[in-house]
């Protein structure tokens, strides 16, 4: 401007405009922030009237405590009295002193406005069916099985639904006829038998059974079927081949025929170097894998068995955790390996690791596939079941805490929209879990039944669960020695 020579003079201030904060809204105190009411005082209560009841007064001894304690400590800031009439009433000596912290608690404290939502609380909880619609599911204990004289661990039932077979800490295994409760053969071995699997073969089928650092394999006389025949022919293959020369980390023993054992059912033995606490069998009936959980060798805890091939073979050289469990895919060539925190999907044409899932468990327990392969379900010892849908992510899509206790099993039913879980609390809980075929739409899942009828002995309560392949049943086992069916 100076360079333009032009002078310019100061312009005229805006004079602060005055207004009366009473007559009513005006555009600057728009700007203000929101008034904010007082709080309210707290209303008094019955030791500070005038004739209040002998439960106020203080005794002698109250009295000389309250005199003592600090004024910060005290409960009250005044002594009780008992006065005739309200006009005998002297004047509050700390009235004054009341007010002035009032007044210094209104303009020293910040105050901030909690905006609270008005919703109707009903509106948050999700529209799940009731379970009355949801039937048919367990819900009476029907038959209890009495038989063992020690905890029963392990328990599975065959493809056909017809058997069940039990095994407890004593080395005792009863197979069952479930509709009459009739023991229809018992074997016995030598150590505790820690888990049971009986194969997914409709007509027949086989048994196996862990105990110690065996896995044995039986084929229960009471099976007569076709298929038993060929079952037959392919372990005579499987031990002609093994006659041949082949190869193998484990030691297999076959039963030769005419032997009390072979007559007894036994056919294969397989001997490890640990303990071997978990099995599962293939949904083909062809491969076995076994677990021998928390061993300094890592590369021995797993080990898959192939029947025709006659040959035991590992699938990881090392692993950086300990495995607790394994499960195959029902279709598709995948093993799911469960450790204490976390879940992999291990592919085992390309040998290669598919994912990992993250439970955020302290330490896993169990695990099922739901037939379909997408969904599976772990559980914990730290009282939780966990729902993964894998089309969902690594992480859990439903973590159900319905036990008190560690949950020791977990498994889906193969036909019916049913999955269940058992702990050490006693109870078996049974749920509906219907996967829909699209893929928008997630898994709808809804609490049906707690069923309660094993007691709890020494922490221990239901230690294993199994359901009915064909019926929606649920059979279980526990540590009162009492294997149970709930129909």
């Known amino acids: 401007d100076v360079y333009k020579r032009q002078v310019h003079g100061d312009k005229d201030k805006e004079e602060d405009q005055v207004w009366d904060i009473w007559e009513g809204t005006n555009e600057k105190q728009l700007n203000l922030p929101p008034f904010i009411s007082a709080p309210k005082l707290k209303l008094p209560n ?26 910060e400590d005290r409960t009250i800031d005044f002594i009780p009295q008992k006065l005739g009439a309200l006009r005998k009433v002297s004047a509050y000596q700390n009235i004054v002193k009341e007010r002035f912290e009032r007044c210094l608690d209104l303009y020293l404290c910040p105050r901030v406005r909690k905006k609270k939502l008005n919703i109707d609380p009903e509106l948050l909880m999700p529209n799940l069916p009731k379970p009355s619609e949801l039937r048919p599911f367990p819900t009476i204990a029907n038959i209890v099985y009495k038989g063992h004289e ?28 479930v509709m009459t409760s009739r023991i229809v053969t018992t074997y016995t071995f030598e150590g505790i038998i820690y888990s ?33 025949t060929k ?9 002609d081949m093994h006659r041949g020369g082949v190869t193998n980390p484990l030691k297999w023993t076959f039963y030769e025929k005419g032997s009390t054992e072979y007559e007894l059912g036994y056919r294969l033995l397989i001997t490890f170097e640990y303990t071997v606490k978990s099995l599962t069998i293939h949904s083909r009936g062809d491969y076995i894998a076994t677990v021998s959980p928390n061993i300094s060798k890592t590369g021995d805890q797993v080990f898959v068995h192939s ?22 895919h029902p279709t598709k060539a995948l093993m799911f390996i469960v450790t204490q925190k976390h879940t992999y999907i291990y592919n085992l044409q390309k040998q290669q690791l598919v994912k990992k899932l993250v439970s955020g468990a302290k330490f896993n327990s169990s695990i099922s596939v739901h037939p379909n392969g997408d969904n599976l379900l772990i559980g914990t010892y730290d009282k939780r079941v966990m729902w993964f849908d894998l089309d969902l992510g690594d992480t859990p899509y439903k973590t159900l805490r319905y036990h008190s206790k560690a949950v020791r099993q977990v498994v889906f039913h193969q036909s019916y929209p049913l999955f269940a879980s058992c702990g050490d609390d006693g109870t078996i809980n049974v749920f509906h879990a219907t996967v829909f075929n699209d893929l928008m739409q997630n898994a709808l899942i809804v609490p049906l039944k707690i069923l309660k009828g094993h007691k709890v002995k020494e922490d221990l309560g239901v230690l294993d669960i199994v359901f009915h392949p064909k019926q929606p049943w649920v059979f279980s086992c526990g540590a009162d020695h009492n294997v149970i069916l709930w129909t």
């Open 307 to 328: 029947l025709s091939k006659a040959v035991s073979q590992r699938p990881f050289t090392k692993s950086k955790n300990n495995i607790q469990k394994v499960s195959f």
């Open 46 to 71: 019955h030791a500070e009237s005038y004739n209040p009841s002998e439960e106020y007064l203080f005794d002698d001894d109250e009295k000389q405590a309250w005199e003592k304690a600090d004024p």
């Open 196 to 228: 049971l699997d009986w194969s997914k073969i409709e007509d027949g089928g086989f048994l196996c059974v862990c105990y110690d650092t065996y896995m044995c394999l039986i084929i229960p006389q009471m099976l007569a079927s076709t298929n038993k």
């Open 231 to 239: 079952l037959e022919n392919k372990i005579e293959d499987s031990a």
């Open 150 to 177: 020690a905890r029963v661990r392990a328990i599975s039932i065959s493809a056909s639904g017809q058997f069940l077979a039990t095994g407890d800490e004593s080395g005792k295994l009863i197979i069952w006829d």
